[in-house]
């Protein structure tokens, strides 16, 4: 078991690939689209509330971390 690779769920990288921002500035941007400056705003003043909080958030520790990639192999059907 410690020789198999992490099996994560990627239907949540999969919705980041194709979820539109509902409302504000950004509204009809894709969530992976948004700057990281958005993102961190709402790390300050707080993530809405169920799924679209839940995007916010991933989306958010995506770029901290520098894990683009991870959208970017599911875009082109590597993943």
């Known amino acids: 078991m410690a020789d198999e690779p992490a099996q994560g769920n990627?239907?949540?990288?999969r919705e980041l690939i194709h979820y539109q921002m509902p409302f504000?500035?950004?509204?009809?941007?894709l969530i992976r689209t948004?700057?990281?400056?958005?993102?961190?705003?709402?790390v300050q003043k707080g993530f809405p509330a169920?799924?679209?909080?839940?995007l916010l958030q991933t989306m958010y520790e995506i770029r901290l971390n520098?894990?683009?990639y991870l959208l970017d192999g599911l875009r082109k059907?590597?993943?």
């Open 77 to 79: 059907g590597k993943m």
């Open 50 to 54: 169920g799924k679209l909080g839940m």
């Open 24 to 29: 504000g500035k950004y509204k009809g941007h």
């Open 34 to 42: 948004l700057p990281v400056s958005y993102l961190e705003w709402f």
């Open 66 to 68: 520098g894990l683009e």
């Open 10 to 13: 990627t239907d949540i990288l």
